[in-house]
């Protein structure tokens, strides 16, 4: 676990950050508008589309949706972007688990330079 998470950090370090804070729903959508493109992220996701039905999610703000795809995220160990996924889903309970197996590999690493 702590290899893999080092490697996820490696993978992200030339990137402007680790989470991009300015995913937000678009909120001039109507009821109607995002009933259409959830539904439409769902079959985009059961079919295995991931990156097309994450895209839907975050313009929908779909926290179910956004929560599953964290998941593959995790599946695949990209533990930043699950991280960042299950908060903008307002998953505070999967997001902090997350946050505190990278808390741990954070100290791990510093205590193994000190």
Known sequence: MKEDLKKTFDRHRHQE????V?????????SE????????????????DIFSARRLFITT????GLSRVA????????????LKLYWLAHNKKKAETLIEKIALVISQIYMKEE
């Not at 950050?17 to 991009?20: A, D, N, P, V």
């Not at 300015?22 to 109507?30: A, E, K």
């Not at 998941?71 to 699950?82: F, G, H, R, T, V």
């Open 71 to 82: 998941q593959k995220s995790e599946e695949k160990e990209d533990y930043l972007d699950a």
């Open 33 to 48: 508008q995002k009933v259409v493109l959830n539904r439409k992220g769902n079959a985009l996701f059961n079919s295995g």
């Open 17 to 20: 950050g680790f989470i991009k």
């Open 61 to 64: 703000g779909y926290s179910d």
């Open 22 to 30: 300015t995913d937000f729903p678009v909120t001039s959508l109507t």
